[in-house]
C-alpha cells in the first residue's frame, strides 16, 4: 500500500499557479496564498536572469474566498481580477494599479455579473466587459477607462449571446439564439453597422460551434464549427461573402484549442482532444518552437501567455502523476526555463498513472474514459468509484486530478467515463445525449460498471457512484434507477428534479434556454417524461448509503434540489 497522502497536499491550496507574464516581458505574476486565502503575487523577470523570487510581493488583499481568475491590463500597469461572494456566480471586476497599489472594486453593483469580454495591445487602458446590469437575462457590452474607473455602454443587448471583438476593439459578433435551438452567427462591419447574419448554426451543432476571433485586418472570422461535418473544425470565414475555408480537423475529435499569433492573428497551433492532446502546426514559422517545447516535459503543453512581443510564451504542462509544471519558453534561444510547479509536496509520494479505456456500450456507441488503479495493488476485485464528470457537456481529460489521486491512494479504482453528452468527440456523440438524462447517459455508466466488473477489475458488490452538478445528478439517479448496482451513492449540488432545475436556472441561462428544452426537456411540454427522469421521483427506492452535499448560494442548481429530495427520504422513513 502506498503511503497515504494528506488531504491538504491534494485539495489544499497550490503552492504556486497561473503564471502571467507582463505585457512589457518585465514582471511575472501568479496566484500564490497568502495568509491561507490564494492571492495575486508578482516579481521582476527578464529574459536572461529569469524570475526574482526574492523580490516577489502580494499585490491583492482578498482574505475570503481567494482569488482564481486574474489578468494584465496591456498597459502593463493594472492586473484586473474577477471575484464573486459566496459562490453566487456574481462576479465582480477588480484592479490593483501596481504603481500606487490603489485596489478598486470597478462593477460595485448587487446582484450583477461581470464578463472580461475583450482586451487589445492597442488600446492598454481599455477592457470590453459584459454587464447584466439592466436585464438579469443580458450582458450588455460596456467600454471600462482603467485610468478613470469610467463606464460606457458600448452594445445594447436585444437577445444575444456572446460577443467577439475585433483587432480594433469593436464588438463586431455575436450569435441569435432561435426558438428551435439554432444560432444565427451575426457580423457587422463596424461598430456603427447593423447587425447581419452571416452563418446559420443548426441545433445540431450548437455545442461543437463557436466564434473565434477576428483577422487582424477584420475581413475573416475564425471559429470552430461542425456545420457540414462531424467533429469541431477551425474555419475561416470571409465576413463579407460568407465564405468558408477550413482550415484544421480531425475525423474523431473536435479542435479544443487554437493558438493564434498576436500581430497577424494568424492560428498557428491547433490541439486536439482525445486520450491526450495532440497539436496540428498550421505556420511552419513555429514548428520548432513545438518541438523544442515539447522536450521539455513529458506531459501534454498548454500555451497559456506570452508577452506582447511574442518573444517568451508560458506553457504549463499537464501530467497524470504529478502535478502541473509551468515553463517560460524563449523563442530566441529556443530554451525553456522552469517557473515552478504548483504543487511540489506531490513529489514526495507515489501517484497513480490516469490510463485511457474505451468500451462498447449496449447499443454500440463507444464510450471513452480513464481508470486511475492503486499503486503496486492487484487489478483484481478492486472496491470501485465511479466518478462522474459534471456539465453534462464537458468532459474528464487525461492529466492530474486531486479525486482521482486521493481514491487511487486511499486503495479505490477510480473509473470516469466521457458518457455520450460529453464533448470533444464530435456532434453526433454529444446530440447521443439529448433527452437522455436519466435514460442512455445512465446506462454508459450502468455499462462501465459491467466494463470494468468483467475486465476482473472491479469488485462487483463494492462500487460507489460519486459526482457533482450532472454527476450528482448521476449519482442520485444510480441510487435511485439502478439500486442494486452500486454500494453507495454522493451527490454534490445534483439536481433532483429536472423540471425545478430547468425552471430555475440563473437568468442569465435565459437566452439558451432552446437548448435546454431540446437536450434534457421543456417543463411545459414534457413535465411527466421530466418527472420519470427525476430521482426525485423514486427516491423510495433508495436503500444505499447516500451523502449529499449543497452549496447554498449556487445559482445553477438550487439549495432546494438537495432539500427536496432530503425531505422525501425523511417522510419515507430513510435515514
Known sequence: MAELIPRQVLFGNPERISPRISPDGTRLAWIAPHEGVLNVWVAPAGAEAGVDWTAARVVTDDTDRGIRMFAWAHDARHLIYLQDTGGDENWRLHDVDLETMQRRDLTPFEGVQTQVIAMERKFPTEVLIGLNRDKAELHDVYRLDLVTGELTKEVENPGFIGWVADAQLAVRATAAPQPDGSLVLLVRDSAEADWRPLLTIPAEDALTSDPIAFSEDGGSLLGASSVGAETARLIRIDVASGATEVLAEDPQADVSDVRIQPDTREPQIVTLLKDRSEYLVLDPSVADDLAAIRALHPGDPAFIGADDADARWLVAFTNDSGPISYFAYDRSTRKGHFLFESRPELSRYELAPMEPFSFTARDGLTVHGYATFPPGAERAGLPTVLNVHGGPWARDSWGFDPEAQWLANRGYLCVQVNYRGSTGYGKAFVNAGDREWGGKMQDDLTDAVAYVTGQGWADPSRVAIYGGSY?????????????????????????????????????????????????????????????????????????????????????????????????????????
Request: glycine share 6%; proline share 9%; with cysteine.
Open 471 to 575: 454527476g450528482g445528478y448521476a449519482a442520485l439517479a444510480g441510487a435511485t434507477f439502478t439500486p442494486d448496482l452500486y454500494r453507495c451513492a454522493v451527490d454534490i449540488v445534483g439536481p433532483s428534479n429536472l423540471k425545478t432545475l430547468i425552471e430555475t436556472i440563473p437568468p442569465y441561462w435565459a437566452p439558451m434556454i432552446a437548448q435546454f428544452h431540446r437536450r434534457v426537456g421543456d417543463p411545459a411540454k414534457d413535465a411527466d417524461f421530466l418527472w420519470s427522469r427525476s430521482p426525485l421521483s423514486r427516491a423510495s427506492s433508495i436503500r444505499i448509503p447516500l451523502l449529499i452535499a449543497q452549496g447554498a448560494n449556487d445559482p445553477r442548481v438550487k439549495q432546494a434540489e438537495s432539500e427536496q429530495i432530503v425531505a422525501a427520504l425523511k417522510d419515507a422513513g430513510i435515514d
